[in-house]
């Protein structure tokens, strides 16, 4: 099931960061601190890390010590007059707090650190006119804590600490980074809340905030960024409501709050972000419905409301979004019909509208959609037949259109969708036979035809599908009958195969089957196929993981 959910800059939305830790790695590591001993001097390690209730961080761990600088990098650092001592200092509290070289670990890359006198060629560091300006140490295996020290740097522009272990709050001292236009802390461990004093951030053009533990509302103190371009607060624990004030930052081109607990209607005030490209609030708890001055939003082109309690009808407007490419709206209490308006997004590549109450034809004005990839209307209650036209979609990729009420017979117009990975068509009322055109699919991975009054027999050109691509074939619980054609045992990376619940179906399983050496799941059963008691069907039978047959052995 695809819900249209969003990707966030810099992560992937849902998905919590797993930073495993190579075990042998930790040996060679270990091997080498016994092998060359340092003496270093050891400050306290990090505070315990805040818990939310909501949300489960990984165990704390005994842990050494972070150490301070060695003697020889100490006398690196003495020697270094390319920065400010304050600035030095702020490298050291970095270093020392985020374990840039702890006895057991090290950063991935610290090239140069600590090594040369000249902090301009360590790696992630930008240095201009004697001043730190850039930061980008991201995906590098920091741990610890951001130290306080690093409001220190007074020329910063640009800090990226995006998918590390990091965790604490954000500390306040960043809030002296006047100069800083980009912010990137997403993928880390970070507790608290969004800070209120990111206000004196005037210079901000970028902040990045996602995929971590941070709770509490959005301060509405946000709106003061009045030069902001990228927000993106997506999958933490953000709960209240959107502020009112967000209608101030009117040089924004992303808002991305997708995967937290935000609730209330969309504030109106949204309409006059006229430069907005990306509208990201799936996955909340947003009620009302879809606002019609979204219309007003015509440089949109990703609009993701997916997964709220938004109710009423979809707004004739949203046809004006020329520009929009995306729209999902999956996962809602939507009711009516699909506006034939849709029809005017041409340039549309996801339309998802699964899950809710929409009712009604499929509109034929739906085919101008040419560059349409994606269609889910799946778990509605739509009526009438699948449109023919539907083949003319060329671009097409994923077609979902399950659990509705449609009628008639499965077009052969189908087969010329040669871009398809997936079709669902199943639990319907669709009747006649499978067509053979679905053979002509090069790319498909997924068929399911589940659940429905499919009569006939099942096209010996299924077998035709790519061997080099996992496949899954549903077909149980349909009128289907005659004998299982010995081509599917040509699908040799098929992995799942129900048949189950066709009571029609009669033989035996195909030899050819013992070619099904990905095979998982088997469902047969009510049916009336049989099992050739050859011994390689039986020892194949053995390794296929969920098998539930009808008991029986061929005579």
């Known amino acids: 099931m695809v ?3 969003p990707r966030s800059k810099g992560g992937i939305v849902i998905c919590i960061p797993v930073r495993p830790i190579l075990y042998i790695l930790f040996l060679v590591a270990i091997l080498a601190a016994c092998s060359k001993p340092t003496e270093i001097a ?3 390690p990090p505070m315990a890390t805040q818990v939310p209730a909501t949300k489960t961080l990984p165990p704390p761990t005994d842990t050494p010590a972070m150490p301070t600088l060695t003697l020889e990098q100490s006398q690196t650092a003495s020697s270094i007059n390319e920065i400010p001592q304050a600035e030095l200092e702020a490298l050291v509290a970095l270093y020392n707090s985020t374990g840039g070289k702890k006895s057991w670990l090290y950063w991935t890359d610290h090239t140069n650190w600590w090594v040369t006198n000249t902090p301009s060629n360590w790696y992630g560091l930008t240095v201009s006119d004697g001043h730190i300006i850039s930061i980008k140490l991201s995906e590098n295996q920091l741990t610890g804590t951001i130290p306080l020290e690093t409001g220190n740097l007074n020329a910063l522009e640009s800090l990226d600490f995006n998918h590390n272990v990091i965790s604490g709050d954000i500390p306040e001292e960043i809030a002296s980074l006047t100069a800083l236009e980009y912010l990137n802390l997403s993928g880390n461990e970070l507790t608290g ?8 951030l005037t210079a901000l053009r970028e902040l990045y905030l996602s995929e971590n533990y941070l709770t509490g509302t959005i301060p509405l103190e946000i709106g003061n960024l009045t030069a902001l371009r990228e927000l993106y607060l997506s999958e933490n624990q953000l709960t209240g409501t959107i502020p009112v004030e967000i209608g101030n930052l009117n040089a924004l081109e992303s808002l991305d ?3 937290n607990d935000i609730g209330g209607d969309i504030p109106e005030e949204i309409a006059s972000l006229t430069a907005l490209e990306y509208l990201g609030l799936c996955c909340n708890q947003l009620t009302g419905g879809v606002p019609t001055w979204l219309e007003n939003l015509t440089a949109i082109r990703e609009l993701y409301l997916s997964l709220n309690q938004l109710g009423g009808s979809i707004p004739p407007g949203l046809g004006k979004l020329t520009a929009l490419e995306t729209l999902a709206l999956g996962g809602n209490q939507l009711t009516g019909t699909i506006p034939p308006e849709l029809g005017n997004l041409t340039a549309l590549k996801l339309l998802s509208v699964e899950h809710n109450q929409l009712t009604g034809n499929i509109p034929s004005i739906l085919s101008n959609l040419t560059s349409l990839e994606y269609l889910g209307l799946e778990t509605n209650e739509f009526i009438g037949s699948i449109p023919s036209w539907i083949g003319n979609l060329t671009a097409l990729r994923d077609l979902s259109l399950g ?8 077009p052969i117009e189908l087969g010329n969708l040669t871009a398809l990975t997936t079709i669902n068509l199943g639990d319907n009322q669709l009747t006649g036979n499978i067509p053979s055109e679905l053979g002509n699919l090069p790319a498909l991975e997924w068929l399911n035809l589940e659940g429905n009054q499919l009569s006939g027999s099942i096209p010996p050109e299924l ?3 790519a061997t080099s691509i996992r496949f899954g074939l549903i077909l149980n619980s349909n009128q289907l009958s005659g004998e299982i054609p010995q081509e ?9 195969l129900h048949i189950q619940g066709n009571p029609l179906l009669s033989g035996s399983i195909p030899l050819s089957f013992v070619n099904l050496t990905q095979l998982d799941g088997f469902y047969f059963f009510n049916t009336n196929l049989c099992e050739p008691p050859d011994p390689a069907y039986q020892s194949w039978k053995a390794t296929v993981l969920d098998y539930q047959g009808t008991g029986v052995i061929c005579p």
């Open 488 to 496: 599917l045992g040509n699908l040799t990376n098929m992995y799942v």
């Open 257 to 259: 709050f997708n995967n």
């Open 193 to 200: 809340g969004v800070p209120t004093w990111l206000e004196n």
């Open 3 to 5: 819900w249209g959910i």
């Open 42 to 44: 050891t400050i306290p």
């Open 403 to 410: 659990a509705n009420q449609l009628t008639g017979n499965i």
């Open 463 to 465: 077998g035709n599908f």
